[in-house]
């Protein structure tokens, strides 16, 4: 396992009903092709060795002779290979027949898992042949020239590299109580299903929906294999599904109906899996039941009511190299989904501010209109919240403030976009006051530094402020999530407000909500100028405006020249608060992301590794300095899955030191 991936293959080859040595040899080519690709875990479909449909054939013993000494070939086959295949077939285990998964590795026979719930319903008759591991007590067989372990309990299996895996088949999966549920509160970080699920006009969506929702709940790689060409079509059609979940998302799947062999192969990020497991509460409570009902044991050592952790062979090393496609816009939604997300985040967004509202009584905001997208997105919002509860919208106060730096651009656009949308107007120059300022404190007003920049947004603060005081109002705050992250805002100014409407939006996410909302309102007669006006300032550059425009009276200081990109500073966001990945890990996604980003055909820059790398010094350097003024936010509502509240998803020390995470972009390459 390297930055934390193992390369798993869910595999369908064809069969022939009833001939193992078929049977082998397609299994056989498949796994030779999963060595040469760097599979650490291959899967096959249920019975893969027999054919799932030789009803009453399985109860030949030539059938079931014939089916083991097709492992003891395979053992044969595998014993240079470094890959673990997991494939079907029936073992007698006394007076019992079971349907079986084996575990093969090496030459080695490691397991052996049977089968627990068997369908016989509709077209299933599998008690017809087969007895439950239900009806199983924990015993040790020969078999294939191999003793091995074959148990009602739980079985785990742990690679070399410290991956752990767990096997049920078909049914299983479908059952009110998964055996996947048991082996994944155990410590499974991957489950791999044999099945020969047939097909039925809307039962393939059922299963996609059943999948996800399994590898979402027990927060699992789902890897799922299952019969398809060369079955009997004397009763029911097997499609060959060929699927690959990471908690709940579809990473790769299959060709339905293919009438080849085919195997699917993706890259499981079990390190993403765990730290969602570590920080989710109720998964870790999950496990007391499991104590409750086993005697657990990792040790190896297996007993009657035990679960038994086998271990798998060690490997050679491998080359490793990302083969999974990275979304360099991970907060922004795909084009499919964009509307309705963007609806969803309006909503929670008006129904936050409502509530406040509602809650202190008032009937006014105040809020700061500087004609850049920040503030637009808080109007917007505040417009929604108003008519949702049938307020006058000239309860809004739209503040303008020009400054030093202030664009004609910006200011037209902040004034005719508080016009359209009917809001009351304010328009308070900070200049004068802000010069007097200067001269109570001594400070030369050619000296563009942080207190010039800062005094200006100080002011506009007081100014927003006591103005809230004048028309019994609060103060609607309009900095965002990315700014929260970078620090990118002034103590005591622009990031203080009695409710942060953007506090959980990032920025890379802001310019496409308020492209939505332009949307909606070139749809009416009366709105072509407000979409107009939004536009327009979607297409504007990022900036606070506190110095001076240039001598053509354009934007001179464009925020992300000083701070670096917004999408790399979202991206980097994301993986260290969503999943704690290390800046190496970090690094390694954002190279695939912004370098082979045309997979997700988004308009995202591509970056050169030291760019990337720079900018995430940057990053670290600012979200450990920057803590401080996170440690003081004003309310505001959560969005999505990663927030910077205080008082919700993020607590951090002000005064913790980012050494070893700065040390180690220092070491990338």
Avoid at 62 to 71: C, G, H, K, N, P
């Amino acid at each position: 396992m390297k930055h934390g991936f193992i390369k798993v293959a869910a595999a369908v080859p064809t069969v022939s009903v009833g001939d193992c040595q078929y049977n082998l040899m397609q299994i056989e080519n498949l796994i030779a092709q999963a060595e040469g690709k760097g599979v650490e875990i291959i899967v096959f479909p249920e019975l893969s060795l027999t054919g799932y449909t030789c009803q009453d054939l399985f109860r030949q013993n030539l059938l079931i002779d014939a089916a083991e000494q097709s492992v003891m070939m395979l053992l044969d086959f595998t014993r240079q290979l470094d890959v673990i295949a997991i494939v079907g077939l029936p073992i007698a285990v006394g007076d019992l027949l079971l349907n079986c998964a084996a575990v093969i590795q090496k030459g080695q026979l490691l397991g052996v898992v049977p089968k627990t719930y068997l369908p016989n319903y509709s077209e299933f008759y599998e008690k017809r042949w087969f007895a439950s591991a239900q009806d199983l007590r924990h015993t040790t067989i020969r078999f294939a020239g191999a003793t091995v372990v074959v148990s009602p309990s739980p079985q785990l299996f742990r690679t070399c590299d410290g991956v752990v895996f767990g096997v049920e088949i078909c049914e299983d999966v479908w059952a009110p109580v998964p055996p996947s549920n048991n082996l994944a509160i155990a410590g499974a970080d991957m489950v791999f299903n044999l099945s020969a699920s047939d097909e039925l006009i809307g039962k393939h969506n059922y299963l996609c929906s059943l999948l996800s929702q399994q590898s979402a709940r027990t927060i699992t790689g789902y890897i799922y294999a299952s019969s398809g060409f060369g079955e009997s079509t004397q009763d029911v059609v097997y499609g060959g599904n060929a699927l690959i979940y990471e908690n709940g998302r579809l990473i790769a799947e299959g060709e339905r109906f293919s009438m080849n062999a085919q195997m699917v192969t993706a890259q499981i990020d079990v390190e993403m899996l765990r730290a969602e497991r570590r920080g989710n509460s109720t998964y870790v409570n999950a496990q007391r039941d499991l104590k409750a009902v086993l005697s657990t044991n990792l040790m190896g050592n297996s007993s009657a009511n035990s679960l038994s952790l086998i271990e798998c062979r060690t490997t050679d090393p491998h080359d490793f190299c990302l083969e999974r496609a990275i979304d360099p816009l991970p907060f922004v939604p795909r084009p499919g989904e964009m509307s309705q997300s963007c609806r969803d985040i309006f909503t929670i967004q008006q129904m936050g501010l409502a509530k406040r509202l509602v809650h202190t009584g008032c009937k006014s905001v105040v809020i700061g209109i500087s004609g850049g997208l920040d503030s637009t997105l808080a109007l917007l919002v505040c417009v929604g919240a108003f008519d949702r509860l049938k307020l006058e919208r000239r309860g809004i106060v739209g503040v303008t403030m020009p400054g030093f730096g202030t664009t004609d651009r910006t200011y037209h656009n902040a004034m005719s976009l508080m016009k359209e949308l009917g809001i009351s107007i304010r328009e308070i120059s900070i200049k004068k006051s802000v010069m007097q300022h200067f001269e109570d404190i001594g400070h030369n007003a050619d000296n563009h530094d942080v207190t010039y920049e800062n005094s200006q947004a100080r002011e506009r603060t007081q100014i927003l402020m006591d103005v809230s005081n004048q028309v019994g109002g609060f103060v609607v705050g309009t900095g965002d999530l990315s700014e929260l992250a970078l620090g990118w805002a002034t103590y005591n100014g622009d990031h203080m407000s009695m409710y942060g409407v953007n506090a959980g939006v990032p920025k890379t996410l802001i310019q496409h909500l308020v492209r939505h909302v332009a949307g909606q309102y070139a749809e009416k007669a009366d709105g072509q100028e407000v979409s107009r006006t939004l536009l327009d300032i979607v297409d504007t550059p990022i900036s606070p405006e506190l110095i001076p425009a240039n001598e053509k009276g354009e934007i001179q200081q464009k925020t992300e020249d000083l701070v670096g990109p917004y999408e790399l500073h979202d991206f980097f966001l994301f993986y260290f608060l969503r999943y704690g990945f290390s800046p190496e890990k970090i690094f390694l996604l954002a190279q695939q992301a912004f370098q082979q980003k045309e997979v997700f055909n988004r308009n995202a820059g591509h970056y050169d590794d030291a760019t990337i790398r720079h900018w995430l010094k940057t990053f670290l350097r600012r979200f450990f300095a920057q803590q401080f003024k996170r440690s003081c936010l004003p309310d505001g509502p959560k969005i999505g899955s990663v927030s910077l509240s205080p008082r919700g998803d993020w607590r951090m020390p002000s005064d913790a030191a980012a050494n070893i995470w700065l040390r180690q972009t220092e070491e990338l390459a």
